[in-house]
Nanobody, 124 residues
Framework: QVQLVESGGGLVQSGGSLRLSCAAS????????IGWFRQAPGKEREGVSW????????YYADSVKGRFTISRDNAKNTVYLRMNSLKPEDTAAYYC?????????????????WGQGTQVTVSS
């Protein structure tokens, strides 16, 4: 079983940057695609970005394309989400999740393991 722990959230001004980390334990992440999701109050959880286990292919929601970068360091069993040019609408709790679906998915129901989340707040 995989345990995931997110870190790196915080309060940042509009236009600022943060790097979120998703550290795994219990199993190697080599065979898991990892997704980052976010959920703002009163809104549904949405897929932000995901990275495949097979070839490291990456995918981004249109709302973050060009601003966010997902990467993985299998040696450290960690996945990162670099967030640049942050906007107030990026404010949400951010979660990482793991799935054995090689390519990953935007659908949270495809994921088997979830972290507890880290809050990102972007002030205007």
């Amino acid at each position: 079983q995989v345990q995931l722990v997110e870190s790196g959230g915080g309060l940042v001004q509009s236009g600022g940057s943060l790097r979120l980390s998703c550290a795994a334990s219990g199993e190697t992440l080599d065979y898991y695609a990892i997704g980052w999701f976010r959920q703002a109050p009163g809104k549904e959880r949405e897929g932000v970005s995901w990275i495949s286990s097979r070839d490291g292919s990456t995918y981004y929601a249109d709302s973050v394309k060009g601003r966010f970068t997902i990467s993985r360091d299998n040696a450290k069993n960690t996945v990162y989400l670099r967030m640049n040019s942050l906007k107030p609408e990026d404010t949400a709790a951010y979660y990482c999740a793991a799935t054995l679906v090689n390519s990953g998915s935007y659908d949270p129901y495809e994921y088997d393991y979830w972290g507890q989340g880290t809050q990102v707040t972007v002030s205007s």
